[in-house]
Structure formats: C-alpha cells, structure tokens
C-alpha cells in the first residue's frame, strides 16, 4: 500500500545535461532554492539545503604561518558537486545565502604560553569570525575552532586565515585529518 | 526553456511503519530523504532533517583519566532512539553534524581535557582544553561529517590526569543531526 502524497513544485526546470557549472532554481511557491549540475545526480534538482555542504582538510606535511596568511588545504572530502576552489581548496559560493562556516586546526607545539589565532574570511577581505586565542598551558596537541554564520553572494570565496607564532607543524594524521574547514548553506535568509 | 509539468508528485510516500523495530528511510523523486519507524509518530514519515536528532548528557558523577568512550546516561531528546550502549548509530547515509563537549573539574593550572568524536571506533574529531586555574574547563569537538548508515558515534573523554567531570546537560553532552545528503 502507499500513499499519494502531491506537492506543488513550480516549474523545475529539465534536469542539467550540459555545461560544467552549478545551476540554480528558486521555485516560486516556497521561495526554495535548487540546484543541479550536469553529472551529478544525473543532472537533477536537489534542495540547495539538503546538499551544499563542504568539508576540505589539510593531509599533507604543513607549518601554521608565524603571520596571518590564508591556510593552504589540500583535499576535499566528498565534494561531489565541486565547491572547492583554488590552490587553498577554499569554498565559493554558488548560489546567495546564509551559510554556517567553521574551522578546525590542531598543531603540536613544545612549549606553554603560545597559541593560535584564527579567521573566517570573505573573499579575502571581509573577517566573519571574531579572532581567537587559543593558547596552551602545556606542550602537546593545541587545538582552535573559529566559527561563523556568514552571509554570502555568488562567486563569493571563503577561507581560513590564520598563524600559529612559532610556525608549529598542523596534525595531518587520521582519516580524514583534523584540520579542516566545513561549510553548510543554511537558507535564503 | 523548456519546463516540466507546474505539478509534481513527491514519490509516492509508503505506508506508515507499523512493524518492526528499526528505522526506515525513503527517498522521494525530489531526492529529499524521509524517515520513519515503528511507535514514533504514529509510524509517519518525516523527512530526515527534520526529525533525525539526537541529544544526550552525562548525568551521573565520573572520572575522566585516559582516552575511553564517556557513556552519556541522561536523554534530552531523541525520539528515534539513536543513541544505545553509548554509542549513536548512525540511520542514513549523509552529511551530519556532531557536536561532543566535555567539562571537568581541574584542580591546577596547566592540566588540559580532550573531547574526542571516534567513528567506528576511530578518531575523526579532538578539541582539548588547558586550565589556567583550579576550576572547571571545557573542550568542545565539532565536526560536520559524512556518514554511512550503520557507522557508530562515541564521545570518548581524556583528562592529564584523573579529573572529575562536570556534569549536566549544559557541560557535559554530546548530539547528533542529519543535514542532508550532500
């Protein structure tokens, strides 16, 4: 037995079967927001809120900067829509909104009384996330988190900027590895 | 343009789940993934977004010394009953959010507290906190994560040395929450 369950879905577009970019559809009677990519999910409409979410994270050998610099990661983790961008494997934005963004990193340092400040930042520009001292009391793991809800515009790039005074080495073991930057689409607003 | 029918059917929703114990999940032509299970909701389905949270808290007093799996005794919320044998089992496939904080008690500066999420028994997330003073310290872990349905979710706590969790549910807690399928 199933039961009919109708929606009103205005006018999805076909499915995307050319091009290399991410298309967007707002339909008209819930102001939801879709997307669809030739190639992924045989280019059908997907609920923007249900799939754009991004995890990249550092794997290879990496000294946190001694100044604030753009944090160079490596490898994105189940991208299937392709939202990292550039050499930093930051996120860029497809489609506007508000976006819940947040940031790992865990270095080993040697000593006591040092630490890690960290930035979530708009196209490079535009600082999201309040800076943060994390400053040990002990040699070993030294682990900082920075978050945000941040709101952002098409082509719109988000990275991690951050430094570590003595250039202590990030942790790059597990799978995946701690250091990491996630990004989530939230709504419209 | 060209456009499809202005009226669209989300896939034919099954029937309530009346038997059973376990969670059942569909995903519809819109690919919004909804979930139901016997004696939750009348056996409705919902969509997993909505309804796929978890929270959980440590009530009871405890130790914190070396790296172990923190059994969270108390329930806030968790209707679909996700959290058994301290450990959330994960009911569907996709991106969640997973949240583990850990509070103790430190009795002098330079001691730290690490609350660690371990995925099928593997670390994938630590966030460790260090006292600047004999009091209490907290270590939050967050991590945004793909999961397959199955894999299971500890809250493993670690201290510098023996320290007394704080407990309660706005110290010592830990939740799960699907956010899509990515």
């Not at chain 1, 059908?44 to 000294?63: E, G, P, S």
């Not at chain 1, 400053?135 to 988000?158: E, K, N, P």
């Not at chain 2, 034919?12 to 690919?31: C, K, M, Y």
């Not at chain 2, 103790?104 to 006292?131: D, E, F, K, P, Y």
Request: with cysteine; net charge neutral.
């Amino acid at each position: 037995m199933t039961i009919q369950t109708y929606a009103l879905i205005d006018n999805l577009p076909p499915p995307v079967t050319s091009g290399s970019g991410i298309q967007s559809f707002t339909d008209a009677m819930t102001g939801e927001v879709w997307i669809a990519k030739n190639g992924v999910y045989g280019g059908a409409w997907r609920k923007a809120r249900d799939v754009v979410h991004f995890h990249t994270y550092r794997a290879a050998a990496y000294n946190l900067p001694t100044a604030s610099a753009v944090i160079v990661f490596d490898t994105p983790w189940h991208d299937t829509w392709g939202f990292s961008a550039g050499s930093n494997y930051q996120f860029t934005a497809w489609i506007p909104g508000f976006y819940r963004v947040f940031s790992y990193l865990e270095v080993s340092v040697a000593a006591a009384g040092t630490y890690i400040q960290m930035n979530l930042m708009q196209n490079n520009a535009t600082n999201w996330s309040s800076d943060n001292y994390f400053t040990s009391r002990a040699s070993g793991g030294l682990c900082a988190r920075t978050q945000a809800l941040m709101y952002l515009s098409i082509g719109d790039l988000v990275n991690l900027h951050a430094y570590q005074p003595q250039g202590y080495p990030c942790i790059v073991s597990g799978s995946p590895p701690p250091c990491h930057l996630e990004v989530s689409y939230l709504g419209t607003g | 343009m060209s456009l499809v029918p202005a009226y669209a059917i989300p896939d034919n929703l099954p029937a309530p789940v009346t038997s059973g114990a376990t969670i059942q999940s569909f995903t519809d032509v819109w690919g919004d993934v909804w979930v139901a299970k016997n004696g939750v909701n009348g056996g409705r389905w919902k969509r997993a977004r909505d309804a796929i949270y978890a929270k959980w808290f440590r009530n009871a007093a405890i130790s914190i010394a070396g790296a172990a799996v923190l059994t969270l005794d108390t329930m806030t919320k968790d209707d679909y009953g996700l959290y058994s044998a301290a450990a959330f089992t994960v009911p569907v496939a996709g991106w969640y959010d997973v949240v583990f904080q850990l509070a103790v008690t430190a009795t002098a500066t330079g001691q730290w507290c690490s609350a660690r999420i371990n995925v099928n028994a593997a670390l994938q997330g630590i966030m460790r906190a260090h006292s600047g003073a004999a009091a209490a310290i907290s270590a939050t872990c967050i991590q945004q994560l793909a999961f397959n349905a199955g894999d299971t979710v500890n809250a493993v706590a670690e201290a510098s040395v023996s320290l007394a969790c704080t407990p309660l549910v706005y110290w010592t807690y830990a939740t799960l929450q699907y956010r899509g399928t990515g």
